[in-house]
């Protein structure tokens, strides 16, 4: 079965620093990947998706992820945080018929 | 969004209660979803539902059950409640002809078991 891992537990940036937040899977073949983020206090909320195509996917809010079959990642990545980035970031990788979360990122940013 | 709701939103219980935690939608989506999210852990799937007639463990079944009472609701009962079910509990709701595995979810149910 596939499993994600999230090396970054917890990040502290201040704000305009750029974010690159780590995500590996563990098998390779056809992935469909995700990211998702959770405001303080709020539910998870899609911030972008691979499924084919250009490896370079852009999502909501400046986000963008690459996907890099040859290392297995998808890192996510923003030139320029902002305080309200402040969230907990999951990567998510399908499996058959579900979606495996990593265990999470939490990002403060700081004014 | 409101799309997907979740009762109650927070619920402190005893040791050895039954408890029940609702979910409904209103996407039309077919295919639901419990989790559980505890810090440093993540998401972790209870149980899954592609139609009323299809249920699934997840990674984390023991000491749950569900029921897919319609296509719009999928409830998760904890049948006697034990201190490390104390999570936070979100349901999830996905469009299998969509096509794309998005996933949907709800506002979440904070449960403290004393």
């Known amino acids: 079965a596939q499993s994600v891992s999230q090396h970054n537990h917890h990040v502290i940036l201040s704000e305009a620093a750029s974010l690159e937040l780590g995500c590996n899977y563990s098998?390779?073949?056809?992935?469909?990947l995700f990211w998702y983020v959770q405001y303080p206090g709020q539910h998870l909320q899609l911030l972008l998706k691979?499924?084919?195509?250009?490896?370079l996917v852009k999502g909501i809010k400046g986000f963008e992820a690459e996907f890099i079959k040859s290392k297995f990642s998808f890192n996510l990545r923003k030139p320029s945080v902002q305080w309200s980035d402040t969230a907990e970031y999951f990567c998510a990788v399908k499996d058959t018929d579900k979606l495996i979360f990593g265990t999470g990122t939490r990002l403060q940013v700081f004014p | 969004d409101a799309d997907v709701t979740q009762t109650p939103r927070n619920r402190i219980t005893k040791t050895g209660k039954r408890i029940m935690l609702e979910c409904s939608q209103t996407?039309?989506?077919?295919?639901m979803y419990w989790y559980r999210q505890d810090p440093g852990l993540g998401l972790r799937l209870i149980y899954y539902?592609?139609?009323?007639?299809?249920?699934n463990k997840g990674e984390i079944s023991d000491g749950y059950s569900v029921s897919r009472q319609a296509q719009a609701k999928f409830s998760l009962s904890l049948e006697s409640a034990i201190p490390n079910q104390t999570a936070l509990y979100f349901c999830?709701?996905?469009?299998?002809?969509?096509?794309?595995?998005?996933?949907?979810f709800g506002p979440g149910t904070r449960l403290t078991v004393l």
């Open positions: 999830a709701t996905s469009d299998f002809l969509a096509s794309t595995d998005t996933q949907y």
């Open positions: 996407k039309g989506h077919d295919r």
């Open positions: 539902s592609f139609d009323v007639k299809d249920i």
């Open positions: 691979y499924f084919s195509g250009d490896p």
């Open positions: 098998y390779g073949g056809t992935v469909n």
